[in-house]
């Protein structure tokens, strides 16, 4: 080998990937907001679609951009962090309407590649991993829609009133459209299994013991009727709070987002809080190393969403509403326990009943 082609090879090792620092961060948007401000009138986020499309295998300009201020990160770690945090997608639960475009677009092709998941993509205005992750949740049982889909007498409404029953429809009365369909059990009935099998992996490799370093495909395998990003989800949002209840009965959702607010009115205080552009930018990890960061951001923009509606004269007035919560000494001795050290309580030989 070349000594040209083992420097290539050794420079394309050395490339980082993973999550980006804050520093990194704030030097990728400034890249991007001083381009757009020069090169386009027209709106940012009309910009950066332009932006961000592919022609054939070059990369996207986006990543040129971003290559040019990062060289040391690879491409393909520039181009994923443009599109997950610049592009605005969807989220939240599918609608039966669109669960009908991603069954039509699989029944229509026959197969389902990459660029089937782009195509249901732009129809839906999910990311492609969005579309990827909700058919590897249909997939065991897709076949059993094709008889509704297929059908030439039904219109879409038709079809979508049907694939709404099916979804509802308790077992044993099944028509001739649901029959057969083997419909996942509601995730909350397999918790107990779940945690089990987590602590379990924890306990094999104490390596692991970080809510961080959860092997999510491997949870997968163990329990297939339910996607990686499904699984992660409920993790996060509902099983972990739940151990955290039962471990520490005063921790809630909103003694979470008390906590927070507290902290993002002391953020805004200080000379660089004109970058807090909105919650994204709150490293909340550092500040609650034992919280999902997911589960952080829901609880503080649930509270701040309550406090904007109840005070919504004040919220025209000024955009920066984080009303001051006083903490009893109840709350601060709860802020005390949770620290990272009881995360053992999830790779602990002490199991926590959650039935």
């Known amino acids: 080998m070349s000594s040209r082609k083992q420097n290539k090879n050794t420079s394309k090792k050395l490339q980082k990937t993973g999550k980006f620092t804050k520093e990194e ?3 990728l948007d400034a890249a991007i907001d001083k381009f757009i401000s020069e090169n386009f009138d027209c709106s940012r986020e009309d910009a950066i679609n332009k932006l961000i499309s592919k022609r054939g295998k070059n990369p996207s300009m986006l990543t040129i951009i971003g290559k040019k201020v ?7 770690s520039v181009y994923s962090y443009y599109r997950r945090h610049l592009i605005s997608h969807k989220a939240g639960k599918w ?3 669109e669960l009908l475009i991603l069954l039509k677009s699989f029944f229509l092709s026959g197969s389902y590649e990459g660029n089937s998941w782009k195509t249901v993509s732009r129809l839906l205005n999910r990311s492609p991993e969005q579309v990827h992750d909700k058919f590897r949740e249909i997939k065991p049982y897709i076949q059993n829609y094709r008889t509704l889909i297929t059908d030439p007498k039904l219109s879409d409404s ?3 009133s049907k ?13 001739e459209y649901t029959e057969g369909i083997s419909r996942v059990s509601d995730i909350n009935d397999h918790q107990q299994e779940i945690y089990d099998y987590i602590r379990e992996l924890m306990l094999r490799n104490r390596r692991r013991a970080s809510i961080e370093k959860i092997p999510w495909s491997k949870v997968q395998e163990k329990f297939p009727g339910y996607s990686t990003s499904k699984l992660r989800i409920h993790f996060n949002m509902s099983l972990l709070p739940k151990v955290y209840r039962k471990v520490y009965p005063g921790f809630s959702g909103k003694l979470v987002s008390r906590l927070t607010i507290r902290w993002i009115r002391k953020l805004l205080k200080r000379p660089n809080s004109e970058m807090l552009r909105s919650l994204k930018d709150i490293d909340f990890k550092s500040k609650f190393p034992m919280l999902p960061v997911i589960y952080t951001t829901h609880c503080t923009r649930r509270a701040l969403s309550k406090m904007i509606r109840k005070y919504q004269h004040y919220a025209v007035r000024s955009h920066r509403l984080f009303l001051d919560f006083e903490l009893s000494a109840t709350d ?3 802020l005390k326990k949770m620290n990272p050290k009881n995360l053992e309580t999830l790779s602990s030989s002490d199991t926590v009943n959650l039935r």
Not at 163 to 175: K, S, W, Y
């Open 163 to 175: 694939i709404a029953t099916i979804n509802r429809v308790p077992p044993g009365n099944e028509d």
């Open 158 to 160: 038709d079809k979508v």
């Open 95 to 97: 609608s039966d309407y």
């Open 70 to 76: 990062l060289p040391d990160r690879h491409s393909r």
């Open 25 to 27: 961060k704030e030097i």
């Open 332 to 334: 601060i001795e709860e």
